[in-house]
């Protein structure tokens, strides 16, 4: 599987951005995605998932109510919407992949990433 994230960009605070992660090659089965974003010098940290049929998500607490994780299999995309971003959100964003029914908060749990689309919020 290839994952290939966009939609990265320059923003201000208080603004909204729309991330995108297109999945290409063995996209057949169940599917679980994941987001998660690493400022610099700072570890790789959870922001969103989403199961397989899309119909249950999970978010990191500092994002709830924020952000929005969906999908489109006709598409084989998923997507991260993200309202009343922060500066301290700047950071590169990962889409990851896991042939599974479920979804994980961990890194170590997704078997694809994609390369990173990078956001950066201005104060």
């Known amino acids: 599987v290839q994952l290939q994230a966009s939609g990265g960009g320059l923003v201000q605070a208080g603004g909204s951005l729309r991330l995108s992660c297109a999945a290409s090659?063995?996209?057949?089965?169940?599917?679980?995605m994941g987001w998660f974003r690493q400022a610099p010098g700072k570890e790789r940290e959870f922001v969103g998932a989403?199961?397989?049929?899309?119909?249950?998500?999970y978010y990191a607490d500092s994002v709830k109510g924020r952000f929005t994780v969906s999908r489109d299999n006709a598409r084989n995309t998923v997507y991260l919407q993200m309202n009343s971003l922060k500066p301290e959100e700047t950071a590169v964003y990962y889409c990851a992949a896991r042939f599974s029914s479920v979804y994980s908060g961990s890194p170590d749990w997704y078997d694809y990433w994609g390369q990173g689309t990078l956001v950066t919020v201005s104060s």
């Open positions: 090659g063995r996209t057949g089965g169940s599917i679980a």
């Open positions: 989403i199961n397989w049929s899309g119909d249950s998500t």
